[in-house]
């Protein structure tokens, strides 16, 4: 199983600002996963992280409010811009389990983000 | 109607007791169904993974698919207070799609 570390765990932020978490995984994957989660609602998928690629979004999900960076096979990052209180959530990183399935997915502890 | 409904609880049970968590769903494609367990302030962690119809068992737990019915569940027997925490069900139709995740049970385990 991959051991994922993510970081910031919390922060508490200004609108207006941005914020970019931090995910790095040891071992190499090919994909690695950003979640939202939201209070009372189900883990929704912002976009898949490709090394070499741009990312993929979700409907309802843009880069430029959520850009993303897949720098090499480990590590990638997810930068929440212009926050809104609308944007407090739990932000997950996972990876797959080998490189044909994402249904096995291993998981970040997240980053709780409050937007005052 | 959402693709997958999960009752979001919370649900109390005493220590020992056998716990039934459901999750039903209306997309027939669905192939794979899972389980997770996520405690507070961590992110979800894989518990039980199933292709299809039939059971799955893993120690005290057991996952069991209804196709037919579009209902699956997953039984925790002789409960125990470290299994406190919030269960997600995910399905997939597979083919590197997306999953899809209820909005999770919340149980507490009391001694």
């Known amino acids: 199983s991959a051991v994922i570390s993510q970081k910031p765990s919390r922060d508490i932020c200004q609108r207006g600002t941005s914020l970019t978490i931090q995910c790095q995984v040891d071992?190499?994957?090919?994909?690695m996963f950003w979640y939202r989660q939201q209070p009372g609602q189900s883990l929704t998928l912002i976009a898949t992280?490709?090394?070499?690629?741009?990312?993929?979004?979700e409907s309802g999900f843009v880069i430029d409010k959520f850009p993303i960076s897949r720098p090499n096979l480990t590590f990638s990052t997810l930068t929440v811009s212009n926050m809104s209180p609308e944007d407090s959530s739990i932000y997950l990183c996972s990876v797959g389990e080998g490189t044909s399935t994402n249904e096995k997915l291993f998981f970040g502890s997240g980053t709780q983000l409050s937007v005052l | 109607q959402k693709e997958v409904e999960q009752d979001p609880g919370p649900l109390s049970v005493p220590e020992g007791a056998i716990v039934s968590l459901n999750c039903t769903y209306s997309n027939s494609a669905f192939q794979y169904f899972m389980w997770y367990r996520q405690y507070s302030r961590k992110g979800p962690e894989l518990l039980m993974y199933?292709?299809?119809?039939g059971n799955k068992e893993d120690g005290r737990f057991t996952a069991q698919v209804d196709k037919s019915s579009k209902y699956i569940s997953l039984f925790i027997r002789d409960s125990q207070p470290s299994d406190s925490a919030t269960y997600l069900c995910?399905?997939?139709?597979?083919?590197?799609?997306?999953?899809?995740f209820g909005t999770g049970t919340q149980l507490k385990v009391e001694l």
């Open positions: 199933t292709y299809s119809s």
């Open positions: 071992s190499q994957v090919t994909m």
């Open positions: 995910a399905m997939s139709t597979g083919g590197g799609n997306k999953l899809t």
């Open positions: 992280a490709n090394q070499g690629s741009e990312a993929t979004y």
